[in-house]
């Protein structure tokens, strides 16, 4: 395939499917182009006009497409619950795949995924962002070659508002099942902040394509909005290969705080706390030297360029698979295990602004960020309101 030329289906052509839109659209790359969009509400996409002036046929589902159609690769940008019968769909039909995060919200159905693409001899990528740049995989091969040692513990904390506009944003926002029974899951672990939950598992696993498995995971779970999931969450795990875990992210605050991370290690420690664009990884050695990776937030896409890379070259690296992805998918099963009824924050905590209909709890940003410093869930500071879930043990 190195010099022909490479035809893509689009499915989801708003929300994040506009960011790919945007990408083939600028002629970032040679020898690629769109032969076909799937959407129910196609209008609603910002490139809309230009797919009508390109005569670039819309489909209302996949099935619809392959009847009529072909493609190299086919993309999905579609809700949790459609990936995995749309990607099975499009290996059976032919097409690699792109799919978006998370993979599924069924651990069931990714092994159906991998057994498709195992069968079809298709190419199968999950869309975590990070794990596809130079700058992760340059970061996990000097973990794997044993450059700072034995990994000890991994934690991350993201804070990020979201209003009333976002969790209306479709049918099946904030549900844990869709009207067919498909599971969804939609939360802030696993939609807006999953790829810093995956980013933690797979920096800990023990091959490039891999992640760290779950040993036990305990965590605690709240809401602020009226929705069926989580807007919060606080959890500790242990993976098999003996790295401690803490994930802390929350939707219901006022301030945002960009994504950060501490990974301690036997020699090293090592800091991404972002501030402003172009910020480093940053590496803090045990004799108090300092070296630094690029930020990896410099490039969304990285994921289609490997991609297209890998089919060109009919590479089987594609770095982030279903393999690498399963670690997340286990996590977000485990956590609804953990806590099955998902309680909410106190009336008296949560605060309705209506000015940007954003939901906020008192003293969650503070709480959360003290959580962080000290390596623990708020249970272990005797915070009233809260209790942790049951431990799951894999």
């Not at 032969?35 to 490139?47: K, Y």
């Not at 945002?256 to 301690?264: C, D, N, T």
């Not at 690029?294 to 360029?305: F, I, S, V, Y």
């Amino acid at each position: 395939m190195t010099n022909q030329q490479i035809s893509i289906v689009l499915v989801g052509m708003g929300g994040y499917g506009q960011i790919y839109l945007e990408r083939i659209f600028s002629g970032h790359y040679e020898n690629v182009y769109v032969t076909g969009l799937v959407d129910i509400a196609p209008e609603r996409s910002r490139f809309y006009q230009e797919v009508m002036n390109q005569e670039i046929p819309i489909y209302h589902t996949l099935e619809d497409f392959y009847q009529e159609q072909t493609a190299d690769l086919a993309i999905i940008a579609s809700p949790i619950h459609l990936h995995k019968s749309q990607a099975c769909l499009a290996m059976e039909q032919g097409s690699h795949v792109l799919c978006e995060k998370p993979a599924t919200g069924n651990p069931q159905q990714l092994q159906e995924m991998i057994q498709t693409r195992d069968r079809t001899g298709k190419k199968l990528a999950i869309g975590f962002n990070w794990s596809f740049t130079n700058t992760i995989q340059q970061l996990k091969h000097d973990i794997l070659k044993g450059t700072f040692g034995r990994a000890i513990s991994m934690k991350s904390l993201v804070l990020w508002p979201r209003n009333a506009d976002y969790f209306n944003r479709s049918s099946w926002a904030g549900k844990q099942y869709s009207s067919d029974g498909d599971w969804i899951f939609d939360s802030v672990a696993n939609n807006a902040t999953a790829h810093f939950l995956h980013h933690l598992f797979y920096l800990a696993g023990d091959t490039m394509e891999t992640s760290a498995s779950i040993k036990e995971l305990t965590c605690e779970l709240y809401r602020a909005n009226p929705i069926e999931t989580f807007d919060t969450c606080a959890v500790e795990i242990q993976t098999t290969n003996h790295v401690n875990i803490l994930y802390l992210a929350s939707h219901a605050v006022a301030n945002e705080h960009r994504p950060r991370y501490k990974l301690v290690f036997e020699k090293a420690v090592i800091h991404y706390e972002p501030v402003e664009e172009d910020d480093q990884i940053v590496v803090q050695w045990k004799d108090g030297t300092e070296t630094t990776y690029e930020d990896p937030e410099k490039d969304h896409l990285a994921k289609l360029d490997v991609m297209l890379s890998a089919m060109k070259n009919d590479d089987d690296s594609i770095l982030c698979g279903p393999e690498a992805a399963s670690t997340h998918v286990e996590a977000i099963y485990a956590m609804h295990q953990s806590v099955p009824n998902v309680p909410s924050f106190p009336d008296h905590l949560i605060h309705y602004h209506p000015s940007n209909k954003l939901t906020t709890v008192d003293g969650l940003e503070g709480l959360w960020k003290n959580c962080y410093l000290q390596f623990c869930l708020p249970h272990e500071l005797d915070v009233p309101w809260s209790s942790a879930g049951e431990t799951v043990t894999f």
